[in-house]
């Protein structure tokens, strides 16, 4: 079984800003990744067969059309097969589409780590990036993400158990 997660946030913005966002995804101006999870970090610059990562999660670049798309196929952890990927998608000249999609199917007893652990991380992670994008382009946040009481204990409780994913 497979999962399908999405996550996109309408922005009144030119394509080409949005798509700048994701550009600059893992570099040192980064302003798409929220600056308190673990960071996303990558070997060198955005490119096809770059390897990186955030957290525990690992991953090798697939494809990356700069300015509209990247796609990150996951190399980890173990039983996590899939993919996950930012793109843009014009409205028109002021209003632009952000869209996170991620594709995974976990294996074996990898479903329960998904269901109770990576699930709710990955949609507070991706849910907080879009607000980050949102910030970035209009110098605020119409309606900030707010986490669960679950959310801020997984969060607690792998900062204390793995720092060195913060690192």
């Known amino acids: ?91 028109d000249q002021a209003r632009t589409v952000l869209r996170n999609t991620m594709v995974l199917r976990p294996r074996g007893v990898r479903w329960l780590g998904w269901l109770l652990l990576f699930r709710p991380l990955h949609n507070a992670a991706f849910q907080h990036s879009l607000d980050c994008a949102e910030r970035a382009l209009t110098g605020g946040v119409a309606r900030p993400v707010r986490w669960s009481w679950y959310v801020r204990l997984l969060r607690a409780a792998t900062a204390r158990l793995a720092p060195r994913w913060a690192a």
């Open 1 to 91: 079984m497979a999962v399908l997660n999405v996550h996109e946030r309408l922005l009144p913005a030119p394509q080409e800003a949005v798509g700048a966002l994701i550009d600059s995804l893992g570099s040192e101006n980064d302003r798409l990744w929220p600056p308190d999870w673990p960071p996303v970090r990558f070997e060198r610059p955005l490119a096809v067969g770059v390897r990186g990562g955030h957290g525990p999660v690992r991953y090798v670049v697939s494809h990356y059309v700069p300015g509209h798309w990247v796609r990150f196929r996951f190399t980890g952890p173990r039983g996590f097969r899939g993919f996950h990927e930012f793109s843009v998608e014009r409205l």
